[in-house]
């Protein structure tokens, strides 16, 4: 399957729009429950307004809410954000942990949105993200039957060597975005059925 994968999608990389490590854990944050377009979208004005670290540290929660209000969940999304920068400020010297345990222990974070930014921000593969994409995948070839997404990620773990958790991912995204998304269609017309 992934060597298929591969075949299909030879450049499959993280579409989300960001410059240092800190805005990538912001757009990993705000592409909970909504597309990459549209993060891209709300991220191309929101880090051209907050420079730096310091500028969400200080920002105005009810200005924030508007700034990302288009991305869903903007309340919870904004308590979450605003809280992780608070601590990365104080507890990780304005750098982003680079621990699944540190980065999992903010506000907001999960192993998904924390498989993301080990992965792209430092070359650490502790895992592999679990998107809707990728539990739709999961389920659709048999690969889990869960439903929770950490469960996924070690039934996925089990059967997908080490070395290819990184980019499974992201070739499973692209998959489900072209071929296998979650509207109602034939998954007989999708390339990798019966396999």
């Given amino acids: 399957m992934l060597r298929r994968l591969r075949g299909l999608f030879p450049h499959a990389k993280m ?8 805005e990538l854990l912001v757009a990993v944050m705000l592409s909970a429950q909504c597309t990459d377009k549209k993060v891209n979208e709300v991220t191309e004005g ?8 310091n500028d969400y540290v200080r920002a105005n929660p009810r200005v924030f809410e508007q700034d990302i209000r ?19 400020k104080d507890k990780h010297r304005e750098k982003v942990p680079h621990t699944m345990e540190e980065l999992t ?6 192993r998904k949105t924390a498989n993301v930014v080990l992965g792209n921000a430092f070359g650490i593969t502790e895992g ?9 995948f999961a389920n659709v070839y048999g690969l889990s039957d869960k439903r929770d997404p ?16 990184f980019m499974a991912t992201y070739l499973i995204i692209e998959y489900g975005r072209k071929y296998c998304p979650a509207r109602r269609h034939d998954h007989a017309k999708c390339p990798l059925y019966g396999m």
């Fill in 15 to 22: 579409v989300l729009n960001y410059s240092n490590d800190w």
């Fill in 46 to 53: 929101l880090f051209n307004k907050y420079k730096t670290l």
């Fill in 70 to 88: 288009s991305t869903g969940f903007y309340r919870n999304k904004t308590k979450n954000i605003l809280a992780a920068a608070k601590i990365i």
């Fill in 105 to 110: 222990a903010l506000p907001g974070v999960a």
């Fill in 128 to 136: 592999i993200a679990v998107d809707t994409h990728v539990r739709r």
């Fill in 150 to 165: 950490d469960k996924i990620e070690r039934d996925l773990m089990e059967v997908i060597p080490r070395k290819d958790w």
